[in-house]
C-alpha cells in the first residue's frame, strides 16, 4: 500500500493530464458537430477494419471444419456413386432393393475426422500419425481414408494419437478389385515413386484394359468396397507367368496428405474378436498335431 501511494504521489501530475486529455476530447467532439463527425468516420474505419480481421480469422479457422467435413462428404459421395452404378447396371434386381442395400451397407461404417500431424514418403518403411486415439474410437486395424482414395491401416493407438501404416509402405498389403470387372488381387507397394503402386495376383483369364479404376474389394473388415486406389497405367506378367502384375496410379497424393478420416464398422470389435479366436483355435489344433 505504501509503495502505490508513493507511486501516485509521484506521478500523480501525468494522472490529472490524462485525465484533463479526455474531458477535453469528449467536449470537442460531443459539443462539435464537425469534430464529432470525423471521429465516428474514424471510429467506424477503425471497428470495420478489426471486424475484417476478426472475420478473416475466423473463417480460417473454420476451413480446419469445412476440411473435415468435405473429406467425409467426398469418401460417403465416391461409395454412393459406386452403389448407385452397380444398381443401375444390374437390370436383374429391383432397384428399390439395390438402393436399400446400399444404404444398409453404407450405414454400417462410421467416419471419424483427423489430421495428419506427421508424414513421410521417401522410406521403405513410412509412417503416419494422426491426431486421434483410442480415446476418440480408433483402434487398430481400423482403415484410414481420404477424399480422394486409401490412405492406410492404423497399427499402433494412443489415447490421443495414432500411428498409421500408409500404402506407402513395403509391408502393406491390401485387398483389391477391378472396378465393375469382379477380379480381385492385392495392392502392394515396393518403393520408390510416391505415386505408384501394383497389383498382383490378377488372373490370366482377366478381361481389363489400361485406365480402368481399381478399388477396395470389401473382402475384409477394414474397407468398405469401392474405395479408390488408383488407376491402371500398365499390364504386365507376374514373376512365374501365372497372373498378372498391373502397375497403377495412386489416386492418393500422400506429399500434400493433410485430412482423413479413419473408417468404423459398427460390428468391427465382434468381427475382431472372432478373427482372434479362429486363430487362437488354429494355433491350438497345430499344437495337438
Known amino acids: 500500500m505504501h509503495n502505490l501511494l508513493a507511486f501516485l504521489t509521484k506521478y500523480y501530475h501525468w494522472f490529472i493530464f490524462l485525465f484533463l486529455e479526455v474531458i477535453s476530447g469528449v467536449m470537442l467532439f460531443r459539443y462539435n458537430s464537425y469534430q464529432g463527425s470525423v471521429w465516428v468516420s474514424s471510429a467506424n474505419s477503425v471497428v470495420g477494419k478489426v471486424y475484417e480481421w476478426e472475420s478473416g480469422l475466423t473463417q480460417f479457422f473454420s476451413l480446419v471444419e469445412r476440411n473435415e467435413a468435405l473429406t467425409r462428404r467426398n469418401l460417403l459421395l465416391e461409395q454412393q456413386v459406386q452403389y448407385f452404378q452397380e444398381a443401375m447396371a444390374d437390370a436383374r434386381e429391383d432397384s428399390v432393393q439395390s438402393l436399400q442395400k446400399m444404404m444398409d ?113 470389401g473382402y475384409s473388415s477394414i474397407f468398405p468396397r469401392g474405395v479408390l486406389i488408383g488407376k491402371i497405367i500398365d499390364i504386365d506378367d507376374s514373376a512365374d507367368g501365372l497372373s498378372y502384375r498391373l502397375k497403377i496410379n495412386l489416386s492418393t497424393d500422400f506429399s500434400r496428405l493433410r485430412d482423413v478420416c479413419v473408417i468404423t464398422e459398427k460390428d468391427f470389435a465382434e468381427r475382431l474378436r472372432l478373427q482372434e479366436a479362429a486363430l487362437d483355435s488354429l494355433a491350438l489344433q497345430r499344437n495337438r498335431n
Open 105 to 217: 451397407h453404407l450405414g454400417n461404417y462410421t467416419f471419424i475426422p483427423a489430421k495428419v500431424i506427421s508424414n513421410s514418403i521417401d522410406r521403405p518403411d513410412n509412417l503416419i500419425t494422426i491426431d486421434r486415439g483410442s480415446k476418440d474410437g480408433v483402434e487398430v486395424d481400423m482403415g484410414v481414408a481420404c477424399g480422394t482414395g486409401i490412405v492406410g491401416v492404423v497399427y499402433l493407438t494412443g489415447d490421443h494419437y495414432s500411428v498409421v501404416i500408409p500404402l506407402l509402405n513395403t509391408q502393406s498389403r491390401i485387398s483389391c478389385a477391378i472396378r465393375k470387372k469382379g477380379y480381385y488381387g492385392y495392392v502392394t507397394w515396393p518403393g520408390g515413386s510416391s505415386v505408384i503402386a501394383y497389383v498382383d495376383d490378377i488372373p490370366r483369364h482377366a478381361k481389363f484394359k489400361v485406365g480402368e479404376w481399381v478399388e477396395t474389394s
